[in-house]
């Protein structure tokens, strides 16, 4: 036992360490270096991406064309041919990955993606259609995909409605809508002529090289607008994946956020596809890396757009180029590729999880 003298002042007490307090703390240096990283790697590829190409450029030649500095060949090629194809790859990617993330962690499943739940089928469907029985070009056909999209999700929407939201109805239900938009896709195109269903194909696909002027700014200025929403909505991520109840009880209005969050989702996957096709498994595959890079519990929104992006454009250069194969090859199929192995694992290990 300490006695304190008298006329003595009494020791301050030493503040104990608060364990929550350190773990935030660790979290958040560890999720400023992941991000950090992401960015470096996204401003990497960008510049390969602006020096390969059948006119090879150094690195400090491209960067000097890319600020209008350089050889005016030089300068035109990077700006007006590499720099858009960038740019639509980081767009539609970032894209694709934020509203993954919004679909898994607001349904609370690793395999609700817009591939499998149906929407980007509608997408498909909405453009081919334009394509082959309307006769539509150009910019109407990304609005055909547009309205493609948001008509499928409404649907999925409506038949999943009971008595509020429930997650394994409607990633069911989705499931059901990708196969009829499949089937009504592939009847599309058995019934065209051999050209236009060449043609169309190649849309469904998916690809990022055709994305210009008018088309680059609008997918901009969309996905600007969504992420701003999506900073709003992102808040009650946390306290959903907590449960319905624990959400509540933090005050979160769990009906207005599932719907806010999912009326996000589709319409960033709406808004990525109608310009760019339906990138096959960057939904479901770029959340899973962010989670796991983040690592702590959260739906890692900001991380998983950045490692959408990335993958589009790896994807992208790998395509162009021919790096894997030696041939060239639109970038959904190398999304394609790298994604669907990634998904025939989650399924095994996710049935595992379930039996145990």
Sequence with gaps: MTTTLPGTPAPAPVPATTPVAALRARRRRRLALVLVTLAALLVALATLALTLGAASLPAPRALLALLGLGDPQETFIVQRLRLP?????VLAGA??????ALFQSTLRNPLASPDIL???????LGAVW???VAGLTGFAVSG???LGALAVAFCIWFFAWRQGLHSIRFVLVGVGFAYLCSSLLAWLLANAEVREAQSALLWTV?????V???????????????????TVVGRWQGPLALGDDHARGLGVPVDLARVGSLLLAVGLVALATSFVGPLAFVALVAPAIARRLVDDGGPALTASALTGAALVLAADVAGQHGLFFGVSAPTGIVTGLVGAPYLLWL????GRKSQA
């Design 118 to 124: 149906g929407i980007a089928s509608g997408a498909s």
């Design 85 to 89: 194809r960038i740019e639509a790859a």
């Design 347 to 350: 399924l095994a290990t996710h």
């Design 95 to 100: 894209s694709f990955g934020l509203a993954g």
């Design 206 to 210: 998916g690809s990022v090289a055709d």
């Design 130 to 132: 334009a394509l082959l």
């Design 212 to 230: 210009r002027g008018t088309q680059l700014g609008t997918l901009a200025a969309g996905f600007v607008a969504l992420a701003a929403v999506a």
């Design 144 to 146: 055909a995909a547009f």
